[in-house]
């Protein structure tokens, strides 16, 4: 059985039970603090981020998942050679499949509500969705679960699906970043 590595991190905890059945076909979970603690409530044992990372946390947890242990595992290409040798020598695991969800900033526009390392996670396995699979919407979790179960492997046009839906996420979410930025900018004037 090879180990294949899923990086959990979401905001939105709902549906997190459909990931139960990815244990008994020897995935490996590597998850965030309170997704980490998620996770264990319902059964699914996980790696910290800080564990696999050897990183702790820094900056009020603004940077805890944006690392190259963490990012060189999702970004890698599967079939570049020299990917794959510069990951075994820094001793880097694959990361076949990233659930990330985002913090709801319209509903709260505050600047500690911009989410930048679910962003990156979605980005990084959206770039790279020959290989990785970008998983942002819980409707979609079972689907994805299934075709692991049925056919060993996350496919090649759902990959593709579910990178076009990530980009639309964080298009969206910059855009109402963007918004709030520019109705601020108006409200400061030109003083």
Same mark, same amino acid.
């Given at each position: /059985?090879?180990?294949? $590595? ?5 905001? @939105? ?10 244990? #008994?076909?020897?995935?490996? *979970? ?12 319902? #059964?699914i044992p996980a790696d910290? !981020?800080?564990?696999?990372?050897? *990183?702790?946390?820094?900056? @009020?947890? %603004? ?12 970004? &890698? ?6 990917? /794959?040798?510069?990951?075994?020598k820094a001793g880097i695991?694959?990361? @076949?499949? !990233?659930?990330? $969800? ?20 979605? %980005?990084? &396995?959206?770039? =790279? ?10 409707? @979609? ?11 060993g492997l996350v496919s090649?046009?759902? %990959?593709?699906?579910? &990178? ?16 709030? *930025?520019?109705? !601020?900018?108006? =409200?400061?004037?030109?003083?």
């Open positions: /059985m090879t180990k294949r $590595n899923v990086l959990v991190s979401v905001t @939105d905890k709902s549906g997190l039970k459909d990931f139960v059945p990815l244990i #008994g076909l020897g995935w490996n *979970f590597i998850s965030t603090g309170g997704t980490w603690t998620a996770l264990k409530e319902i #059964g910290t !981020v800080e564990d696999v990372a050897d *990183f702790v946390p820094i900056l @009020d947890g %603004r940077v805890k998942t944006l690392h190259p242990v963490i990012h060189g595992g999702i970004l &890698a290409e599967r079939d570049n050679t020299t990917h /794959m040798a510069q990951l075994k695991e694959l990361i @076949d499949l !990233v659930v990330a $969800n985002l913090y709801d900033f319209k509903s709260n526009p505050d600047i500690e509500h911009i989410d930048i390392g679910g962003v990156a996670l979605l %980005r990084g &396995a959206a770039k =790279n969705w020959k290989h990785t699979t970008a998983l942002c919407d819980p409707s @979609d979790y079972k689907g994805v679960v299934g075709e692991i179960q049925s056919q090649s046009r759902t %990959r593709h699906r579910l &990178a076009t839906k990530a980009w639309k996420l964080t298009s969206t979410y910059d855009s109402a970043i963007h918004a709030v *930025f520019e109705q !601020v900018e108006k =409200n400061l004037g030109t003083g």
